[in-house]
């Protein structure tokens, strides 16, 4: 038998390479730290779980975006703690996830298009400047920038610790912790 | 807070119209009356969720019953009961099932072809005798009886509460409860 806190859903946003999975990893460690297991959903990972047919037009980051949604809803109203790492570029689909998942904490991953190319860890830029790819978010496709995230955090100025600090400072604030 | 048992998955298998939700529903109640929440996953809302897109040939329920494989998992390993209620008409999707789970209790609900027939509830046999449809599990498309079912119901024989004791003797049995 284990205790588990009220549920509820990090939902990290970003352009590819912004420090999102380095966030999540980070603020999973430090809810763990204060006795709080929590469950990461990485979008790459869910997306190979399944949505393998899916690939990165509007309509099919939309479908995935939503089976992110949905399966965090179910994790949270369960009493689990959710982080979502996900690009999510519309404001249209992460409202979608505030309205359906209720306790919802959506965190702008901010960080300027010439440091996620710098960074690009996965050759995704080098990819999409080269034409090798038609489709990556902040590139060729657009990124919407919350107008109403709970948190924003700068992973160019300030370092992942400060980070999960701005996420743990909001958590409490909001009661969830 | 509140406190959580130790997660798994009973996942209940059988033809259109066998009994499957009514179980569910049952075993839910039951379990509630112990103490112990669950999370039902029916496969006709899931699919609503999740799989819009996916239609009912061999090739869709495979990716539906993945799916739902992939969402009790990540349930049942954060310590939630989840109780499926699933056609899952192919023994290589409740055995795919199994081994992602892990602790995973398959529950056969087995009523003959004329009774779902008689019972019908949602006109889907009508349907496929009228050749309205094309795909009805036990008329045009195989069922595949489970194997190595760890609990088989009779849903012509046994009242819903009698499937339920079953269900529970043996979740007491395999010290799931």
């Known amino acids: 038998m284990t205790c ?21 990893k980070a603020l999973q460690k430090k809810l763990y730290s204060i006795g709080l297991k929590s469950e990461i959903l990485d979008g790459d990972q869910v997306r190979k779980a399944i949505s393998p047919e899916l690939g990165f037009s509007k309509g099919d980051r939309e479908l995935h975006a939503k089976r992110v949604a949905y399966i965090s809803h179910l994790l949270s109203r369960n009493g689990i ?5 996900l690009i999510s570029p519309l404001r249209s689909f ?9 306790n919802f904490v959506e965190v702008w991953v901010k960080c300027s ?14 990819n999409a400047f080269q034409g090798k790819i038609s489709n990556l978010t902040g590139i060729q496709d657009p990124y919407e920038p919350p107008f109403k995230a709970e948190v924003v955090i700068d992973t160019e100025k300030q370092s ?3 980070c999960t600090e701005r996420i743990m400072n909001c958590l409490n604030k909001l009661k969830y912790i």
């Open 160 to 162: 992942p610790n400060e």
């Open 94 to 102: 992460r409202d979608y996830a505030r309205e359906i998942i209720g």
């Open 81 to 85: 703690i959710v982080i979502v790492s």
């Open 4 to 24: 588990v806190h009220t549920g509820f859903v990090v939902w990290l946003t970003g352009l590819p390479a912004s420090g999102k999975t380095t966030t999540a």
């Open 113 to 126: 298009i010439e440091e996620c190319n710098k960074r690009d860890p996965k050759g995704l830029y080098k």
